[in-house]
């Protein structure tokens, strides 16, 4: 049949017309559509007893042994329908196998909503006999869509982005396509089918072809509330980061209290690790460090009461020391060729080696001003120098986290007094002490420079950082 696939799925969602794909599918011969063999209510379709031979409490024991069933199947190629809220334990499997075509039927979610609720007040789900049509309005519930939306959004892009990260492409299908017999045809022989169909199957019917004014009971409600919603993500901050790791060789374990810190990068680094070696009398070489994901998963395991933090500076502060320690110095662990670079091309009135005498606080704050005007175009994406870690958002960063684990707990810089110390009594400490603030080390503080143009360029470099965390002026 195929010999670039053996099984076949087609991602869909309740009301996009998936019944009627799947009939036309299976006019096709060679081809064989077997419903929605892991929904968790039924196997199948609502009355089957099995699938394959397989019955639901087999499938719900080793669902994967039913996929294997379906790709071995002895009659052609054949395939099955998957929604969002079906078995989420097989969906991994199927995005990975690229001999499993990937088919992605769409329709207006607006349509598909309506759809959904008039098939809820008829009960009537298919229809096949226009005599038997049962008639209801839909009444639409703002909140229920909202919720109805992100769900179809969601896992479209899940599977986007599974398709990306493997190297597949699927075949697209919208619900209005599925009229055109050329469409169809196309699918079928991108399936690896030779047999053709002459016309589309007329068993089921169009169950409500009326315009959608007509098949809401509230619709200027609708109207009014789909007007609110921000259909082209308008009111978004642009992000133009690229994806970040989780950053485990960062990671910092206490040596006997069970926290474990994991910092964002020219944040209040020193400061925190004082406090750990504090916290247990030890000295910092005595911290648990330079973690890979296994030795992360260990010590956890080790440590059944642990707890996670990071702290959150406020983005100008952290501009700064990223600045000052970075590109500013050019002592160990500082960027000499990014220093470089932004001397030549960007124009940073730093000089070309350590601060002396002559850097004045008026140079400083013209350097970190330049430097924040960089950070803007940088974080843009309009730069050839790399977004760092060092000055990446903050939220980007803990995005990257999330694709292991994200801390317990979120401290922002200027409440650790309070917030450490009662996060190591959770743990079981009895007397934790106060973290001690370690300076930025720069030629002239923040404070000294600060006025309401660095606050700006701050907030422009990092509009995600404020918006996302709430952070008002530094001052």
């Not at 648990?288 to 933090?309: I, M, V």
């Not at 994406?381 to 060092?390: E, K, M, P, Y």
């Not at 106060?434 to 930025?440: E, K, N």
Request: hydrophobic fraction near 40%; glycine fraction near 6%; charge should be negative.
């Amino acid at each position: 049949m195929s010999d670039r696939f053996d099984s076949f799925v087609v991602f869909a969602e309740m009301r996009t017309g998936s019944n009627f794909l799947e009939a036309n599918l299976n006019a096709v011969d060679g081809l064989s559509c077997l419903g929605e063999v892991f929904n968790p209510h039924f196997i199948g379709y609502p009355n089957a007893q099995d699938v394959l031979g397989i019955t639901q409490a087999e499938r719900d024991r080793d669902p994967e042994g039913l996929l294997n069933e379906i790709r071995g199947y002895a009659g052609g190629l054949a395939g099955f329908r998957f929604f969002h809220d079906h078995d989420p334990r097989i969906l991994p499997v199927i995005l990975e196998d690229a001999r499993c075509a990937k088919i992605i039927l769409t329709r207006n979610p607006v349509d598909s909503y309506v759809s959904w609720k008039i098939a809820q007040a008829t009960g009537q789900w298919k229809l096949t006999n226009v005599k038997k049509r049962k008639d209801a309005k839909a009444q639409f519930d703002a909140a229920e869509f909202e919720a109805h939306l992100d769900a179809l959004q969601a896992f479209q892009v899940t599977l986007m982005n599974a398709l990306q990260t493997t190297g597949q492409t699927a075949f697209y299908v919208a619900y209005e396509d599925l009229q055109d017999v050329a469409v169809m045809n196309g699918l079928a022989r991108w399936l690896g089918a030779t047999a053709q169909l002459d016309s589309l199957n007329t068993a089921l019917k169009r169950q409500n072809p009326e315009p959608i004014s007509q098949k809401v009971e509230n619709f200027a409600e609708m109207e009014q509330a789909l007007a609110r919603l921000d259909r082209f993500n308008l009111t978004r901050t642009p992000n133009f980061e690229p994806r970040r790791g989780p950053a485990v060789p960062g990671y910092v374990g206490g040596a006997r209290t069970p926290l474990l810190y994991m910092p964002l990068k020219s944040g209040p680094e020193e400061t925190v690790r004082n406090w750990m070696c504090a916290l247990d009398g030890v000295p910092e070489q005595a911290l648990a460090r330079d973690f890979n994901q296994q030795s992360l998963r260990q010590w956890k395991r080790e440590r059944p009461t642990h707890r996670s933090f990071t702290v959150l500076r406020h983005p100008l502060a952290r501009a700064h020391d990223a600045f000052c320690s970075k590109i500013l110095s050019t002592g160990k662990g500082s960027y000499k060729g990014i220093r470089k670079t932004l001397r030549r091309a960007h124009n940073l009135p730093i000089p070309e080696g350590e601060p002396g005498s002559d850097y004045t606080l008026e140079t400083h704050r013209a350097a970190f001003t330049a430097f924040l005007h960089f950070l803007k175009a940088n974080l843009a994406g309009q730069t050839a120098v790399r977004i760092d870690g060092h000055w990446a958002s903050q939220t980007q960063a803990l995005q990257g986290m999330a694709d292991l684990t994200l801390p317990d707990m979120l401290v922002r810089e200027d409440e650790m007094a309070s917030y450490l110390p009662a996060l190591a009594m959770q743990v079981g400490h009895a007397a934790p002490p106060d973290p001690v603030a370690v300076p930025t080390q720069a030629p002239y503080a923040l404070a000294q420079i600060y006025d309401d143009q660095l606050e700006s360029a701050a907030r422009e470099a990092y509009q995600r950082d404020y918006l996302m965390f709430g952070f008002g002026d530094w001052g």
